[in-house]
C-alpha cells in the first residue's frame, strides 16, 4: 500500500503521542537496547490490543544498539548491529527541517503498524537523517542508539523532541497529548512553548508569552531511573551552539536548571502529569527532586509476547481470553500441576538444549537452574552471588545451574569488568556448578531464558533498580523470582508464595546505606541452602503452587495491560 495511504487512517481522530528513544518492536529491529525499550514496545502493544488512540515515536538507529561479542575471558567487543528498515516499513515522504550547528538537517519518517489481533492499531514513527541532502555527518545521526558523545547525543535528543512533534505536525496528525518515555524526549517541550505562544500585545511582560500552563496541560513525563547519572544534562554552551536559542536562556534556565540544562527537569517543569515506575521509585524520585509531585505507575510486560509456546497452550486451555484479559491468571489454580509443570519442562529442555549448544556445558534438564540476564552495570551486582566461591560450590554442587547473559554500555567499564568476573567464577566453579554466560542478550534470548529456568534471581544495590521487568516475564511463565526487594519485586513479593526475597526489607535507611553485599549474599546462600533447593527437590508440590502463584499474583498484575488503562485513566483523559 502507498505509504500515504497507511497513514490516512490515523489522522482521523486526536491521539497520545508516545515518544521514546528506544522501541523494541521485535528482535530484528535493532531500536532497543535493553528494558526501557523493551517497555516501550510493550506499552505499544497494549495501546493496540486495548485500542487506544495512540502513535509512538522513536529514532531509526539503522546501526542498532551493538551485537556483543565475547571472547573466552569475558572481553566484550561491539559491533555494529545493522539492519534494513525497507524490509520491515515504509518511508512516508514528508521532510521537517531542524537547524542543528547551524545548517538545517532533513528529517524524514518510516511508518511502521503495530497491528492486534483485537483489529487494534498503533503506527510508530521512525525518525531517519540519512538523506541525501543532508552532511555526511548529518546523516550518521540516527544510526547508532546510545553512540558517540554529548554532541551527538544532544543532536539526536533534539531530533527526537523537536523533530518529533514537527514530524507529528507535518503528518497532519492531531495530537491531545504528548507522553515523554524518559528525558530522552524532553526537548519537545520547548516546540511546544513556542507553538502555543501568546501574542505579545496580549501580555504585560515579554516572559508572559511562554504559555507553560498550557504546555503542561498536554505534557505527561514519565522518569524510570533514580541513578544520578541516569538524567542527561548538558552545558548551555552546548546547547547554544547545537540548537541554538530556541527560547531565551533567561527563561529556558527557569525550566532547565541554572547550572546546566537538565532533560529531567525541563519535562519534571512541563508536565502536569509526572510518575515513577514503581511506589518505591516514586518516594526516591521524590527525594531526589524535591518539590516536584510524582505519582507511580508501577511497569509491567506485554503478558502475550512474554509467554513462551508451550504455556501459551496451557493457559488457552484454562484461561481462554487471558492475552487480552491478564485478569484471567486469577483463575490459574484450573491449570492441573502435572500440565503446568509438563509446558514447564518442555520450554526448559529448550533453554538447556540452547545453553548445551552454544556453550558445551553440559547441562542437564533435572537440575535446578538459576537464570540471571540484564544489562552488565555495577549496581545491578551480577556477582553477587559469587561473593563466597567455595560455599556456593558446597551448597550447589551437582544441584544448581546457572545461565547468565547480559551486554554492557561500550563506556561501561566497570560493567565490562563485571562480565569478565563472571567469566572467572564460572571457570572456577567448573567441576562442582554448571555455569555459562551467553553471548548477545536481547529479546529472544530473553524469552527463552526468563521461560526456561526454574528460578530467576535478581541482585541490585538498593534503591537503583526503578522497576526491573524481567522478572515479570519470568511470572508470566510460572518461574518465581529470588530478588533483593526493590523496584516491583517490593509489590510483587510474598515470601516462599510468589518467591523469595535477599536482605533485609525496604526501608529509607537502606537506601542510604547502599550495597551491603555481605548481608545479602548470606542471606542469598542460607536461603539458597535452606528454602529453595530443598523445596525444589523434595517437595515438588509445593514448588509447583509457587509457580501457580506467580502467575496467578505477579502475572495477574504486572502486565502492560493493567498499566496501560492506568496511564489512560490517570494521566491521558483527565
Ligand atoms: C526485559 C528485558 C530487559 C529488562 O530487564 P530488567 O530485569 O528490567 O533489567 C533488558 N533486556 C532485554 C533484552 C529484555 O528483554
Known sequence: MEPSRILAEFLREPKIAYLSMEIGIQNDIH?????????????????????????????????????QVLDAEG????????????????????????????????????????????????????????????????????????GGDDRYRLKQEAILGIGGVRILRKLGLDIKKYHMNEGHASLLTLELLLEYRKDIESVWEEDLIWDVDRVKELCVFTSHTPVEAGHDRFSYELFREIVGEVIPLRVLKKLAGPDRLNMTHLALNLSEYVNGVAKKHREVSMRMFPGYEFSSITNGVHSFTWTCDSMRRVYDKYLQGWANEPELFVRVGRIPEEELWGAHMETKKNLIDYVNAKTGAGMNCDALTI??????????????????????????NGKIQLVFAGKAHPKDNPGKMMIK?????????????????????????????????????????????????????????GVPNFSVLDGWWIEGHIEG????????????????????????????????????????????????????????????????????????????IR
Request: proline residues 5%.
Open 75 to 146: 572481553n566484550q567487543t561491539e559491533r555494529p548491529a545493522l539492519w534494513q528498515p525497507e524490509k520491515f516499513m515504509d518511508a512516508l515522504p514528508e521532510k521537517v527541517y531542524l537547524e542543528l550547528s547551524g545548517r538545517p538537517v532533513a528529517i524524514r519518517a518510516w511508518i511502521f503498524v503495530q497491528r492486534s489481533v483485537t483489529g487494534g492499531k498503533v503506527p510508530i514513527f521512525f525518525l531517519d537523517t540519512d538523506l541525501p541532502e543532508n552532511t555526511p555527518e548529518d546523516r550518521e545521526l540516527t544510526s547508532y542508539l546510545y
Open 31 to 67: 531500536t532497543y537496547s535493553g528494558g526501557l525499550g523493551v517497555l516501550a514496545g510493550d506499552t505499544i502493544r497494549s495501546a493496540a490490543d486495548l485500542k487506544v488512540p495512540m502513535v509512538a515515536v522513536t529514532l531509526i538507529s539503522r546501526k542498532g544498539y551493538f551485537r
Open 371 to 396: 537464570g540471571y540476564a540484564r544489562r552488565a552495570t555495577a549496581y545491578k551486582r551480577a556477582d553477587l552471588l559469587f561473593r563466597d566461591l567455595e560455599r556456593l560450590a558446597r551448597i550447589g
Open 421 to 477: 568476573h563472571v567469566f572467572e567464577c564460572i571457570k572456577k566453579l567448573r567441576g562442582s556448578v554448571k555455569a555459562a554466560y551467553l553471548e548477545n542478550y536481547d529479546m529472544e534470548m530473553a524469552l527463552k531464558l526468563i521461560s526456561g529456568v526454574d528460578v530467576w534471581l535478581n541482585t541490585p544495590q538498593r534503591p537503583r533498580e526503578a522497576s526491573g521487568t524481567s522478572g515479570m516475564k519470568a511470572a508470566h511463565n
Open 497 to 572: 508464595y510468589t518467591g523469595w526475597s535477599i536482605g533485609p526489607p525496604p526501608s529509607e535507611e537502606m537506601d542510604y546505606i547502599g550495597g551491603r553485599d555481605q548481608q545479602d549474599a548470606e542471606d542469598l546462600y542460607a536461603k539458597l541452602e535452606n528454602i529453595v533447593i530443598p523445596m525444589f527437590y523434595e517437595n515438588r508440590r509445593t514448588w509447583i503452587k509457587m509457580m501457580q502463584n506467580a502467575i496467578g499474583k505477579n502475572a495477574y498484575y504486572f502486565n502492560t495491560h493493567r498499566m496501560m488503562l492506568r496511564y489512560v485513566t490517570e494521566a491521558y
